[in-house]
């Protein structure tokens, strides 16, 4: 039975078609948090030889030049807190992992 604008089978497609939609708007978000997590990485790879030893967290030393190569390779400033942080986990590994 249907009512006056009421059709169970167009709703339905259109919700199906709706998580479709969803789905692959999930699907994009998690590839360019993949991306964005190994360009990150990448950075932090190129970067770490430049940098002073390790400590607890990035020394000033180390803030300047992690902040003079992101603007010379034309990251945004997001971007360098991430890297930061990837640096301040580089240096939270044992030594033996630290690649040096």
Do not use: F, S
Request: net charge negative; proline share 7%; hydrophobic share 30%.
């Amino acid at each position: 039975m249907q009512t006056l604008g009421y059709d169970p089978y167009e709703q339905e497609q259109r919700r199906q078609a709706q998580m479709a939609e969803e789905a692959e708007q999930t699907r994009l978000e998690a590839i360019e948090i993949r991306v964005q997590a190994d360009q990150v990485q990448r950075y932090v790879d190129a970067i770490a030889p430049h940098l002073e030893p390790c400590h607890a967290a990035p020394t000033r030393e180390n803030r300047q030049i992690i902040e003079a190569y992101m603007r010379e390779q034309g990251v945004p400033e997001p971007i360098w807190v991430q890297v930061r942080e990837g640096v301040r986990n580089l240096c939270r590994r044992p030594k033996g992992e630290r690649g040096r």
